[in-house]
């Protein structure tokens, strides 16, 4: 207010007025945001408090100030412990095939889908791909380890039709292949479904572009590669920084539900060693360490992942 | 993989603000409705006691337990508006679905707790957070019922050493208990020993003759689809049961959970380190070489495995009988009678017992707690006490005269139409009468007690599980010269009483370190046994040395010594 009230000939404070001015002018958008930047600061901002539980030894139904400090003897338990580093690897494995079958594969379908001419057959193909997405996941681990059964199971006996193998192959018995299982069964879940968002960007390229390039008499594949990848480039950018971001949380349902006791050394995953040795031991304070580690971790890799796209690409999310 | 999550997260945000929501208004109508009672109850207890109309006033207990209970029906059931009527209690009852032991831990950590708390080996951190209120007192003041049902058992209902209170009222466990009905042991399908002409079925080399034997006559189903001879259940915690728990059973010691106790001693050792029990798994391990082990054990899931057991292809388990029992009602329900299973006390050898029986003697522990959060706790062990009573236990078990069982010549009886629903339309029928809801919640006599009429207070005995037997299971008990599948097992007496109980009973302190060793310790046995078993049989000395060593690794003797601590403790409590 006062600010406003400044006189605006005031060279020291053009910014600050100008700032102030935008303020007053747009009061009512500026209020319409609040109950939004309350909402996230109660459930985004608020709960970080709970981090300070990591340095104690927490114990539920004592207050605060009642609790035991332990510095950071939960995180030198968590760094020397040897479980630690195997469900990291196993969630680090999982996580970067998955981005690198879950990006890859979505884009050459969405391209794939968008050079089809038959609408009925493009709406059709579309809708029977996005379809698994809905399918809840303890369904499809029913579904893949059906498939993948020595015991009658449809891969099995295709393999020995075509006589590759000669003995069923216990697939969900070898664990060095389990993650190949995993990644293939989310490709074939998700990839329906992160196809739209690339081919509603496809969408938005203008035509225009093609008729010019086909009048200097571009073909349909240096159309795909001058028209529409540069189309969709910063798109595929910002869901490639913001899945670097979450790549070290990334659940445990798939991997659980497809795991078995032979393949626990290539099944477990982080969140679900945060579950087994923290939540389920009441061991809050050890839960809240790793679940602090995940944060910082997913942190640094979502800024060093925007740095390096801003710095060589141009495009980045901040 | 973005938009998933998003959407996950929108869908968990909306749970978190309904539950949220629905957390505080649940709260609201207790407040109110917990009002004033507890008002009359604060003023003196005697007071409370003598105006009984007032005792009567509709009360609303928040109750939460670790089992499941899918057709529960707010007490709108027949059973539940007489405890109502007799009581004036209502309860709003939550059950954990999914992992109890995750659920408890949640509450525990709210702050937010349940009038009345069933929380099995979990209520260590109601106690640990000061949840739950010591019941000492109000039983001694208010719960008659109670005080006899546990008569020279009182010793047994204190927490610890350290902590004398009293602060589970046990509902799980069944006081002066005689087991009826086996369920355990290793399984044959009746077909199995009939075609054999009843061979003698004592120990695994008997056992696996047999389903050898039968596989050989019969390689195929009717359908051209192979006979299985031994299908293991190893998803998850089943594991315990179909794996690992049989290789105590078969070589001679009690149920202690992980650990093995010697009766005398009280030297603790993790079980699998018994070199007997190396021997089991090598059997195991013969097995699987053999091609008698489903190839499909370590893999399957749970409900692959019941839906195997349904096609009545799996000639052997080695299971409970409530984990496979729904693959086996489904056999019945189509008349397939003989792929029905039998129980035989099978060990590894001839001089070893079976000890599915090994006595516990009453077990206090799994049972219900007063929270400090109950609006009127007098109240509450009225409640539980009015459980306990003769009139309560013969209602939780049998249901109302005249309509679920009648009195003929002084025997309470369960007509025939009655009897019938309860098999064959088993769901609604607890749905309608309650009859099966109120057991676990009910401090309780066990099979084999009389009350005072000359009854017994359960439907279970001996005559009405016979009556239960199909004909074809008649037969093969017959030709072993038995009635029921618990006469083929060692009897209760014929065993040490464990002075401690049983080991998975005693409850862990929450900060013990015993309680992550012994994770690890799951975690290297679970891995390891499937390895050790799926082998070739000349590595599997290699990679049992591999497993023990494992277990070295991860501290084995300090879990055995923290666990024999325990133990000691729990004896000198309760034989105090």
Request: proline content about 4%.
């Amino acid at each position: 207010m006062k600010a406003v009230a400044a006189p605006l000939t005031n060279k020291e404070k053009p910014r600050k007025s100008r700032f102030w001015t935008t303020f007053i002018r747009n009061k009512y958008l500026y209020m319409m945001s609040l109950p939004f930047v309350i909402w996230v600061f109660i459930f985004s901002y608020y709960p970080l408090w709970g981090w300070t539980m990591a340095f104690q030894k927490y114990k539920p139904g004592k207050s605060f100030g009642e609790q035991k400090w332990v510095g950071l003897e939960h995180f030198r338990y968590l760094f020397n412990d040897d479980t630690f580093y195997l469900v990291l690897r196993n969630t680090l494995a999982m996580s970067f095939m998955g981005i690198i079958a879950g990006f890859a594969i979505p884009i050459i379908f969405a391209i794939m889908l968008n050079e089809i001419r038959h609408m009925a057959f493009k709406r059709f193909a579309q809708t029977v791909s996005y379809l698994p997405h809905f399918v809840s996941w303890v369904v499809v681990a029913g579904i893949v380890t059906k498939l993948l059964s020595a015991e009658n199971g449809a891969v099995n006996e295709f393999l020995m039709w075509l006589g590759i193998i000669s003995e069923p192959i216990q697939f969900m018995a070898k664990g060095e292949w389990f993650w190949g299982i995993v990644t293939v069964s989310d490709v074939w879940k998700e990839t329906g479904w992160n196809t739209i968002i690339y081919l509603a960007a496809i969408a938005g390229i203008g035509p225009e572009l093609y008729e010019a390039a086909k009048v200097d008499g571009a073909s349909r594949l240096r159309q795909i590669w001058h028209i529409t990848l540069p189309g969709i480039r910063t798109t595929i950018i910002i869901l490639l920084i913001m899945s670097i971001g979450h790549l070290i949380s990334i659940g445990f349902e798939k991997q659980f539900l497809l795991g078995n006791n032979l393949v626990g050394d290539y099944s477990k995953v982080l969140d679900l060693y945060s579950l087994e040795y923290g939540l389920q031991m009441s061991r809050y304070s050890f839960g809240t360490a790793i679940n602090m580690f995940n944060s910082v971790v997913s942190l640094i890799l979502l800024f060093s992942a925007n740095g390096l796209f801003k710095k060589f690409t141009k495009e980045s999310i901040m | 993989m973005i938009k998933t999550r998003k959407w996950s997260g929108i869908a968990l945000t909306t749970a978190l603000v309904a539950g949220l929501l629905a957390g505080c208004s649940g709260k609201n109508n207790n407040d109110n409705q917990g009002a004033s009672p507890s008002g009359t109850s604060s003023s003196s207890s005697t007071a409370s006691a003598s105006a009984s109309p007032e005792t009567l006033k509709p009360l609303n207990f928040s109750f939460y337990s670790e089992d499941p209970s899918p057709n529960w029906t707010n007490m709108q059931d027949d059973v539940g508006k007489v405890i109502t009527e007799k009581t004036g209690i209502t309860l709003d009852a939550e059950f954990a679905v999914g992992d109890p032991v995750q659920k408890s831990a949640l509450i525990a950590a709210s702050g937010e707790y349940p009038d009345l708390i069933s929380a099995k080996n979990s209520i260590n951190k109601f106690v640990d957070a000061g949840a739950v209120l010591d019941l000492t007192d109000l039983i001694e003041q208010h719960a008659p019922n109670l005080k006899k049902l546990y008569e020279g058992q009182m010793s047994r209902l204190r927490y610890s050493n350290e902590d004398k209170s009293i602060y589970v009222i046990p509902t799980y466990a069944l006081i002066n208990n005689t087991p009826f009905k086996a369920e355990g042991g290793f399984e044959l399908q009746h077909r199995v020993v009939k075609e054999l002409g009843y061979p003698k079925i004592r120990t695994v080399a008997d056992f696996e003759k047999a389903i050898k034997d039968y596989l050989a006559l019969h390689p195929k189903d009717e359908n051209g689809n192979p006979n299985i001879g031994l299908t293991l259940n190893a998803d998850d915690w089943h594991m315990y049961i179909s794996v690992t728990n049989p290789a105590f059973y078969t070589t001679g010691g009690a149920d202690d959970g992980e650990f093995n106790i010697n009766v005398d001693t009280q030297e603790v050792t993790y079980h699998f380190r018994r070199p007997e029990e190396k021997e089991y798994f090598r059997w195991l391990n013969h097995m699987n070489a053999e091609g008698l082990l489903d190839k499909q054990s370590f893999v399957q899931k749970y409900d692959q495995y019941k839906a195997k057991i349904a096609t009545g292809r799996v000639l052997g388990l080695i299971d409970q009988q409530w984990d496979y029992d729904d693959g086996e009602k489904a056999l019945k329900a189509e008349g397939k009678f003989d792929q029905g299973y039998g129980h035989y006390p099978v060990t590894m050898t001839e001089d070893t017992k079976d000890t599915s029986y090994w006595p516990t003697g009453f077990m206090a522990g799994y049972g219900i707690a007063i929270s400090k959060d109950n609006p009127d706790p007098v109240r509450a062990i009225k409640f539980l006490d009015f459980l306990a009573s003769e009139e309560g236990q013969v209602l939780v078990n049998w249901g109302i005269e005249g309509k679920h069982y009648k009195i003929e010549n002084g025997t309470r009886v369960i007509p025939k139409e009655v009897n019938n629903r309860k098999i064959n339309d088993a769901t609604n029928f607890q749905k309608e009468t309650g009859i099966g809801h109120y057991q676990n919640m009910t401090p309780r006599y066990g099979n084999g007690v009389k009350d005072s009429t000359g009854n017994y207070f359960t439907t279970d005995n001996p005559a009405q599980i016979i009556e239960g037997y199909n004909d074809v299971e008649k037969e093969v008990l017959a030709a072993y010269g038995a009635q029921t599948w618990i006469d083929l097992f060692p009897k209760e007496s014929e065993f040490k009483v464990r002075p401690w109980g049983a080991a998975w009973n005693i409850p862990i302190p929450g900060d013990s370190e015993t309680t992550i060793i012994e994770n690890k310790l799951k975690d290297i046995t679970w891995k390891r046994i499937p390895e050790a078993i799926l082998a070739k049989p000349e590595d599997f000395d290699k990679i049992w040395d591999a497993y023990m060593k494992d277990l070295d690794k991860a501290n084995v003797t300090k879990a055995e010594d923290l666990r024999e601590a325990l133990v000691k403790e729990r004896v000198a409590l309760w034989s105090e």
